[in-house]
């Protein structure tokens, strides 16, 4: 990526439109703004950002139908602003391809850590991940954390290596269970559960503050890319 | 004569229904006239032809014969009857040897004047008993038309009970009662209400009434009223009487009677239908509105709460090297988020209200629960410890994570400054089907410290009541308080580690 990443924002207020815009310009990045889902996509098409943050509900088109318009050509990354109490909204955002979501009030420290974990996962795939103490070797399978070697199980493994290559990205647990167990008959989410558990406790420093696994409630896990 | 009614647009006056009853009995006088004038007049007629004409004895039978079917046919087995014999009697007068007397020589008369006799009243038996069947063919085919006519108006038009009472006033009129009416309980039999009466009711009727209603049987008596009889029916709706149907000296059929009583029935219990329907209805609506209500609030206060907090933290990143613009800005961060929690606070409230908090419970480690605390409180010092044993807890990470917040909202208050909350999750001591994390400060103690809890600790003791947990307070060792918080466990299960 050269030069400033551009970020798309999609808001109807004006107050949230603006001050975002300022605090993204202020954190190194370029803006464009729609009001509304058509002008976001038609803002898209025109622009081609490497970001796009929306809100969902809007006058004409919304949230919704600006994700669904821009998943049906692209794989740019989406942040969803929900508001509080709107898990199914939340839900339904990730399911028709949202990547992340903040909820509104966020911190804009919250925001910006998201946004860096969506643009750090669209670089190309590289087979060895890092985040602060642990990094992960895809090819020779190997973790560390804290210069210590850590033995995974192969289904701890492949846990681990899906959820950091989506770091930053809500995964949802069925999701988990098909590309984990290629949906083998009489997996549950309390599988998942368990294993995550053990999982957690081998890579996590503290497991009373957990750093790189957290749940995200009804939908899954989420690997979290830097914490804030 | 009476008359009891409310609204409605079917009237049928006291006069009409007088008029209608002297059109009736102006009728009759008319028919009887005609009838005699038949028989009598039709006698002497065929009398008169068959002398004039010198006709055969058997022709001047049949004519006869047919003057007697036609006396049957109007006035009924007297008319036959009457024109039988003074056919007969014409018969031998005037055309049986010897001529206008009435004596008969020649014996094989006296057996065709016998047989004639015989004949013409059996004959006009049979035509009567035909009549009587026609007739009744008539009254049931006149009581179905009723009652279809009642059923479309009851189950087509909206039954107040004005227009209720009209519809079955009028089907008892046209089954021919002569008084009575419907009457409807107020609760209790003995309460009458007369949607609709015609004729006087004496106080008997309504012990009459209430005695039919306790009963639970229709009761038929003689009539006091002129005609046959009277007949009470109970109404019943939903399991239960509710009314009586009167009607007085009607002929009409018991089976008609009953069924205009079940389709008044019906007809009341789906107008209690229709209205609890509406009342539902009415409910469903203003739950609608007060989502919608909800949710437009929620977005009305969380918009501009957003902007302001992040118009704060760029303030906040500006004043990082002034000292003097540092502590006004990290207070109204501080209190923008304050704002944000009470706001959270209270549309929780109006949830649980509205039955829109109903918890959707997952398996939610207590650790996550911590983070996502620290998160939503970034100026409150805490400190976190969760038990290696410690199972998950059941329960609704958001409702979850707002007690959390109420409760150390509540002990950071209470906290001496830069003394750190602490946050404690273990297995419950007693119940290892429950979860207990602990918010422990150094406060002045209970029950000051629960004291200022305020709505916050009632939002909190509400939702953890709604995720099946409570919550409840003891005194910290060496000072504070600790805010205990017990939840269902989810514990892993057994074996799934393959």
């Given at each position: 990526m050269s030069g400033a990443p551009l970020i798309l924002v999609v808001d109807d207020d004006p107050a949230i439109r603006d001050s975002m815009e300022r605090e993204l310009r202020a954190n190194g990045y370029s803006t464009v703004s729609a009001t509304e889902g058509g002008e976001g996509v038609r803002a898209f098409e025109t622009h081609a950002p490497e970001l796009i943050l929306t809100d969902?509900?809007?006058?004409?088109?919304d949230g919704f139908e600006l994700i669904a318009a821009i998943r049906a050509t692209a794989r740019t990354p989406i942040i969803v602003l929900s508001v509080r109490g709107n898990d199914a909204d939340k839900v339904r955002a990730l399911d028709l391809g949202a990547d992340d979501f903040v909820t509104k009030p966020f911190s804009v420290a919250e925001l910006m850590a998201r946004i860096r974990a969506q643009l750090r996962r669209t670089a190309p795939a590289a087979t060895l991940l890092a985040f602060d103490e642990l990094s992960i070797d895809l090819e020779r399978r190997r973790v560390k954390q804290g210069g210590r070697e850590i033995r995974l199980t192969p289904t701890e493994f492949a846990l681990l290596a899906l959820l950091a290559a989506n770091a930053g990205k809500p995964m949802f647990t069925d999701t988990i269970i098909s590309r984990v167990w290629r949906d083998a008959p009489g997996t549950t989410a309390d599988t998942v559960r368990v294993h995550m558990s053990a999982l957690r406790k081998k890579i996590e420093p503290d497991p009373s503050s957990p750093r790189y696994i957290v749940t995200e409630p009804w939908v899954g896990y989420r690997f979290i890319a830097e914490p804030v | 004569m009476t008359e009891v009614r409310r609204d409605g647009d079917f009237k049928i006056s006291n006069s009409d229904f007088e008029k209608l009853h002297d059109r009736r009995v102006n009728s009759r006088l008319l028919r009887a006239a005609v009838t005699w004038l038949v028989a009598l007049g039709g006698t002497a007629a065929v009398t008169a032809a068959g002398r004039a004409m010198n006709l055969n004895h058997v022709t001047v039978g049949f004519g006869f014969l047919i003057v007697v079917l036609a006396a049957a046919l109007r006035g009924g087995l007297p008319a036959g009857t009457v024109a039988s014999i003074v056919a007969t009697l014409s018969y031998n007068f005037f055309f049986?040897?010897?001529?206008?007397?009435?004596?008969?020589?020649?014996?094989s008369n006296w057996v065709a004047l016998a047989a004639f006799l015989v004949t013409s009243v059996t004959v006009s038996r049979l035509v009567i008993a035909a009549r009587i069947e026609a007739r009744r063919a008539k009254l049931r085919h006149q009581e179905l038309e009723t009652l279809y006519g009642l059923s479309v108006e009851l189950f087509t038009a909206t039954n107040r009970a004005g227009a209720l009472g009209d519809a079955a006033g009028r089907a008892l009129v046209l089954l021919g009662a002569r008084e009575g009416g419907l009457v409807l309980f107020d609760g209790a039999p003995?309460?009458?209400?007369?949607v609709w009466w015609r004729g006087d009711k004496p106080d008997e009727i309504g012990e009459r009434i209430a005695d039919v209603a306790r009963r639970g049987e229709p009761l038929e008596l003689a009539s006091?009223?002129?005609?046959?009889r009277d007949v009470y029916l109970p109404l019943f709706a939903g399991g239960e009487t509710i009314g009586a149907l009167v009607a007085r000296g009607s002929e009409a059929s018991m089976p008609a009677l009953v069924s205009v009583s079940r389709l008044v029935g019906l007809a009341v219990e789906r107008e209690r239908f229709i209205e609890e329907n509406a009342h539902v209805e009415a409910l469903r609506e203003s739950e609608t509105l007060k989502t919608s209500l909800l949710r437009a609030i929620s977005h009305d206060l969380t918009t501009p709460l957003t902007a302001i907090t992040i118009h704060t933290e760029s303030l906040r990143r500006k004043a990082e090297r002034d000292e003097e613009l540092k502590a006004p800005v990290t207070g109204i961060a501080g209190e923008t988020g304050r704002l944000r929690r009470r706001i959270d606070n209270l549309l929780s409230m109006a949830r649980l209200e509205a039955g829109k908090a109903k918890p959707r419970r997952e398996p939610t480690p207590p650790a996550d629960l911590f983070r996502a605390v620290r998160e939503n409180l970034p100026l409150v010092r805490v400190s976190v410890h969760v038990d290696d044993d410690c199972p998950d807890a059941n329960v609704d990470p958001s409702l979850a994570l707002e007690i959390l917040v109420n409760l150390i909202e509540n002990a950071h208050r209470a906290s001496p400054p830069g003394v750190p909350v602490e946050l404690l999750a273990r297995v419950h001591p007693s119940d290892p089907a429950q979860v207990r994390i602990e918010v422990l400060d150094r406060g002045p103690g209970m029950p000051r410290d629960v004291a200022q809890g305020g709505l916050g600790l009632e939002i909190a003791r509400g939702l953890a009541a709604a995720n099946g947990g409570s919550i409840d307070f003891a005194p910290r060792p060496d000072g504070g308080t600790i805010a205990r918080l017990d939840v269902p466990a989810a514990p892993l299960p057994v074996g799934e580690l393959a």
């Open positions: 969902l509900s809007m006058p004409r088109s | 049986f040897q010897p001529l206008y007397t009435f004596t008969i020589h020649d014996p003995e309460r009458q209400d007369a006091t009223a002129g005609g046959p």
